[in-house]
């Protein structure tokens, strides 16, 4: 893991058969039309719905997508488990499949947990994937986690491992959160995402490299554009254009929405299953949703 992924990325959406079994042939066709909207993929992310696959069908789905030509160069698996032994095995994996990076969640069962426990467990697990190709970027999701990722531990994870800890995604919500990161690491060449394409524009403005973004599973070439003409003229009209489009989705549950449109503009209704504990949107809100989606002009070209 030598060459540093940056731009857009898509935690992307899991679809799931009707026993509730990942489906990787829909996955596989997903990630492919994502890539050609100039979309990487943050596989296995909060709203791949994660922490709902067993370490084992993370392993099989990344391994089926490298199996079926996806180029691990654009790949950032979620590898953060609770346990200690999972992490370091999925981590492994992916080092060893040549990803680009890993993005790491802090084992988030336990609330309360100090620094030095945190501190620990990554280190550890760096320690036992023992592999200089490591790139980690830690996963900052206070909102879900409800354990957060402070910049006296991102402090002191850089001088210990400089070449490991390539970044970091926040999901705090939190701009001036965001900015403090901004501004004590990114000249240090900590590559700072957003969670939210709510805030690309000013992460780009602040020496940011790209956002890890829900809505990107669905609206991936306009938040592409925006990355790479965040310099431009346009760049604040189209912020105002992707803000609308997201606030349409995050009026309701974002997961089962996102699955909703998908199926919709793909003409597949299997992609609106959800795996428990999440449900499917209701007949009325999928009505709403498509509607407010057509009336803003959004669609889904090529899916």
């Known amino acids: 893991m030598t060459e540093r992924i940056k731009g857009v990325l898509s935690p992307v959406l ?64 979620g590898t953060g488990c609770c346990s200690l032994t999972e992490t370091v095995r999925l981590t492994s994996q992916a080092v060893k499949l040549g990803c680009a990076g890993v993005l790491m969640l802090p084992p988030f069962y336990y609330k309360g947990v100090t620094d030095e426990g945190l501190y620990r467990s990554f280190a550890e697990t760096i320690e036992r994937v023992g592999d200089k190709r490591l790139r980690i970027y830690l996963y900052h999701i206070p909102p879900v986690a409800q354990v957060g990722i ?3 531990l991102i402090n002191r994870l850089l001088k210990a491992y400089p070449e490991t800890i390539a970044g970091m995604k926040d999901s705090s919500g939190d701009w001036n959160n965001t900015k403090a990161v901004l501004d004590q690491f990114s000249k240090a060449g900590f590559d700072v995402f957003v969670g939210s394409e709510t805030f690309l524009l000013a992460n780009m403005r602040n020496g940011g490299v790209g956002a890890i973004s829900a809505t990107a599973n669905v609206n991936p070439a ?17 912020q105002g254009s992707l803000d609308s489009v997201r606030k349409i989705f995050a009026q309701l549950p974002m997961i089962a929405a996102m699955k909703r449109a998908v199926a919709h503009w793909k003409k597949d209704e299997d992609w609106s299953r959800v795996r428990p504990p999440l449900v499917e949107i209701a007949p009325r809100e999928s009505t709403t949703l498509i509607e407010a989606l057509q009336a803003a002009g959004f669609d889904m070209p090529g899916i």
């Open 14 to 77: 899991t679809p799931f058969k009707s026993g509730y079994g990942p489906d990787a042939e829909r996955f596989i066709n997903h990630c492919r039309w994502l890539l050609a909207n100039d979309v990487s993929l943050a596989v296995f992310g909060t709203n791949s719905e994660a922490n709902s696959l067993s370490e084992s069908e993370r392993a099989d789905l990344l391994d089926r997508l490298v199996d079926a030509g996806i180029d691990p160069r654009r790949l950032m698996p």
């Open 150 to 152: 402070s910049l006296g």
């Open 222 to 238: 306009k938040i592409a554009a925006l990355h790479r003409e965040w310099a431009s003229g346009d760049a604040d009209a189209m």
